[in-house]
């Protein structure tokens, strides 16, 4: 089946230093890759997404490479600020195989620290 | 007003009691999604709907139910709560291709006690 792996928060920064959460994924198909951001207090927002193998996904200085030989979408930023703190998710859709919903990972926490 | 409105934010109900909880958008999007997130686990699909006649199941619908009354209404319904669905539940909608959903709602903190 499909999972998702993210590296477990909290991750803790100061303001300006580069981020990078790690994601990896495992799906039997072709999947999408996608990441959603949840800022305090609000629900998911979609952050960016990669359509295929290669594909670089950029929003708001983040940015994440569609990696399909290490099946990974790691999530970068060069010089975060206090407010990009936030819980971060990682997702895949699988829809080649029928399937019909995303599968998350279980969120990643960052703090960032002025 | 936020695009994605959900009500009520936040209830405690009884173990075997009904519940609905109700979600509204303005987003102007055909498809909506009912997820519920529970600590460590992510999000998790309960129901989807593509358009005012067309509903889904998802990952985890078994206990659940809803109905679409509108293009943008879509209310999901614990026909007998139980304490294993106290969780963290979230309305979404979506313009793109596929089940992707792109506008969440804050968010209903629901406790079955």
């Known amino acids: 089946g499909n999972s998702v792996t993210q590296m477990e928060g909290p991750v803790t920064l100061s303001e300006e230093a580069f981020l990078t959460i790690n994601c990896t994924y495992t799906a039997t198909g072709y999947p999408s890759l996608f990441w959603y951001v949840q800022y305090p207090g609000e629900g998911l927002q979609l952050l960016l997404k990669a359509t295929k193998a290669d594909d670089k996904g950029s929003n708001k200085g983040f940015e994440a490479t569609y990696r399909k030989e290490t099946t990974s979408f790691h999530l970068e930023k060069g010089s975060v600020q206090v407010s990009d703190s936030a819980v971060y998710f990682c997702a895949l859709s699988d829809f080649g195989t029928g399937r019909r919903a995303l599968t998350f990972g279980s969120g990643t926490r960052l703090q960032v620290q002025p | 007003d936020a695009d994605v409105t959900q009500t009520p934010r936040n209830r405690i109900t009884k173990t075997g009691k009904r519940i609905m909880l109700e979600c509204s958008q303005t987003?102007?999007?055909?498809?909506m999604y009912w997820y519920r997130q529970d600590p460590g686990l992510g999000l998790r699909l309960i129901y989807y709907?593509?358009?005012?006649?067309?509903?889904n199941k998802g990952e985890i619908s078994d206990g659940y139910s809803v109905s679409r009354q509108a293009q943008a209404k879509f209310s999901l319904s614990l026909e007998s709560a139980i304490p294993n669905q106290t969780a963290l539940y979230f309305c979404?909608?979506?313009?793109?291709?596929?089940?992707?959903?792109?506008?969440f709602g804050q968010g209903t903190r629901l406790t079955v006690v």
């Open positions: 987003k102007g999007h055909d498809r």
């Open positions: 709907s593509f358009d005012v006649k067309d509903i």
């Open positions: 979404a909608t979506s313009d793109l291709e596929g089940a992707v959903p792109t506008f």
